[in-house]
T-cell receptor, first 117, second 114 residues
């Protein structure tokens, strides 16, 4: 149980275009989803936290107009990188929690490799 | 502020040797602590976690970790390393409250030599 998927696993796009990444909880309802960014050989940096049906909470320094997050249902959150530039190339990982406890374990997706040319 | 430090960026051990990966945290109360493993180009897999109770925690793949409050540490150990253990290992601390945020250390890259 507790499987999280991401789609696509890899995407290459041209500079100036927008890219959408999907994060799905396959066997549980995710009240909260998290989006992380990981640069090569570096740790995961939290970008934003999204709760189903409400606006995402972005971490300091993350441009909310550039990284649009939508958590439209309890099983799906999307991250759209708008007007992508080469510096947006990175590994994006989502995680999801089921909620209901004092601490809710995060289950991670396999990640999406974005390359902007 | 909460933080996690993994002092060793890269470690190489011989197959069959024991392993200890260090993790120190800064947190105002008893933290929730985690160790994750990441293979190249993959997401994160939870090895083990500490929430409360016994300070020696057993995880998957033969790993264990010990919570030492006095040292603010949560070191990961394995008595005998296998070549398949080569990967990146991340220690993380979980924040209390509704946010359930995780703060990650910078990671330790483990190489296993024959």
């Amino acid at each position: 149980g507790a499987v999280v998927s991401q789609h696509p696993s890899r995407v290459i796009c041209k500079s100036g275009t927008s890219v959408k990444i999907e994060c799905r909880s396959l066997d549980f309802q995710a009240t909260t989803m998290f989006w992380y960014r990981q640069f090569p050989k570096q740790s995961l940096m939290l970008m934003a936290t999204s709760n189903e049906g409400s606006k995402a909470t972005y971490e300091q320094g993350v441009e909310k107009d550039k990284f649009l997050i939508n958590h439209a249902s309890l099983t799906l959150s999307t991250l759209t990188v708008t007007s992508a530039h080469p510096e947006d190339s990175s590994f994006y990982i989502c995680s999801a929690t089921a909620g209901g406890g004092s601490y809710n374990e995060q289950f991670f997706g396999p990640g999406t490799r974005l390359t902007v040319l | 502020a909460q933080s996690v430090t993994q002092p060793d960026i890269h470690i190489t051990v011989s197959e069959g040797a024991s392993l200890e990966l260090r993790c120190n945290y800064s947190y105002g109360a008893t933290p929730y602590l985690f160790w994750y493993v990441q293979s190249p180009g993959q997401g994160l897999q939870l090895l083990l976690k500490y929430f409360s109770g016994d300070t020696l925690v057993q995880g998957i793949k033969g790993f264990e970790a010990e919570f030492k409050r006095s040292q603010s540490s949560f070191n990961l150990r394995k008595p005998s390393v296998h070549w398949s253990d080569a990967a990146e290992y991340f220690c993380a601390v979980g924040a209390y409250g509704a946010t359930n945020k995780l703060i990650f250390g910078t990671g330790t890259l483990l190489a296993v030599q024959p």
